[in-house]
Every structure is written in C-alpha cells, then in structure tokens.
C-alpha cells in the first residue's frame, strides 16, 4: 500500500490550498481515508476523513466550516480543500486509510499512512 501525498505549500493567511493523497496498491473497500497534522511540539490532530463508498464526511473541530474532503473513486484519491487558512493551520498534513474499528478521529485505528506535505500559513 503506497499514500501520496501533495499539494502543501506556503500561503497567506485567508488563503487556501488543495492536498491531494493518491492510494494504490489495494482496494479498500468502504474503508474510511482520513487526514490529520502535527505541528510541531504538539500532538497529531484529526483534521477530516471520508469513505470510500458512502459519501460520509467527518470532521474535527479546526477543519469545520473551512475545510472540505472530497474523494475521486476513478482516481483513487482524496483531497483536502483548505479555504480561510489561519497560521494556527500551520502543520504537516497527512493522509492515512482507517483500517480498524475504532473511531475516524483516533490515529491509532489507521495503518497505512502517507508521508506528509508541509503546509506553512503565513500572518
């Protein structure tokens, strides 16, 4: 199972930005894709997953309102639409598929992860 992770970048703040994760290597099935972050000093947070058949979106409460996740099934892939980015924004973003039973919020129920894209908001 391989994530790709992209789209980060440097951005003013009340910009925004597209990530983007592509999956491959196996199906999932109905399996949740998730994305979290980390700042640095600070602990991973839940920022938005969706699954890959049912079209659920969930949330954390720093993405809601501002930022959407979507998913192209062609494609494989999920994307992160980050709208009115604020510096508290700043993070590595990573893209994750849940694989256990748990809840979407906890990073722990997520197996396979990508290797992050840098997303720097500046004030």
């Known amino acids: 199972v391989q994530l790709q992770a992209s789209g980060g970048g440097l951005v003013q703040a009340g910009g925004s930005l597209r990530l983007s994760c592509v999956a491959s290597g196996r199906t999932f099935g109905d399996h949740a894709m998730g994305w979290f972050r980390q700042a640095p000093g600070k602990e991973r947070e839940f920022v938005a997953a969706?699954?890959?058949?049912?079209?659920?979106?969930y949330y954390g409460d720093s993405a809601k309102g501002r930022f959407t996740i979507a998913r192209d099934n062609a494609k494989n892939t999920v994307y992160l639409h980050m709208n009115s980015l604020k510096p508290e924004d700043t993070a590595i973003y990573y893209c994750?598929?849940?694989?256990?039973?748990?809840?979407?919020?906890?990073?722990?129920?997520?197996?396979?992860w990508g290797q992050g894209t840098q997303v720097t908001v500046s004030s």
């Open positions: 969706i699954r890959w058949i049912s079209d659920s979106p």
């Open positions: 994750a598929v849940h694989t256990g039973v748990g809840r979407l919020q906890d990073s722990s129920e997520y197996a396979y």
